[in-house]
């Protein structure tokens, strides 16, 4: 079991996954109540709220779905962590913390130290 707990000011994300554990989906869908896949992709455009995207050079799940993400969410930021897979925050978690305060510091706020 790989876990991650990262504290984001106010939230607390606590994260587990079980060694070896592959999504049963393509990163672009998600399964409905009945079991059929829905892709997602093209609702991306209708996302207007600033987007930070993070991907491993190594993701698993094909980091040209991150950079498809990234095209289709007008003023999205991507950002490719290397020596990283799927769970960047844990690959890489100093990077991604980084990249994650970046981001936040420049829109007016930044992560708080707990």
Do not use: W
């Amino acid at each position: 079991m790989r876990e991650f707990t990262l504290q984001l000011g106010a939230v607390k994300l606590v994260l587990a996954q079980p060694a070896g554990y592959r999504p049963p989906v393509p990163a672009t869908c998600s399964r409905a109540p009945n079991g059929a896949l829905v892709e997602y992709t093209d609702r991306l455009p209708a996302i207007h709220v600033p987007t930070l995207i993070t991907v491993g050079d190594h993701d698993e799940r094909d980091p040209s779905l991150a950079r498809t993400m990234h095209e289709e969410i007008a003023g999205s930021k991507l950002v490719v962590l290397p020596k990283s897979g799927h769970m960047t925050f844990v690959d890489q978690p100093n990077m991604f913390i980084h990249e994650v305060d970046e981001f936040l510091r420049a829109r007016g706020t930044k992560l708080e130290a707990k």
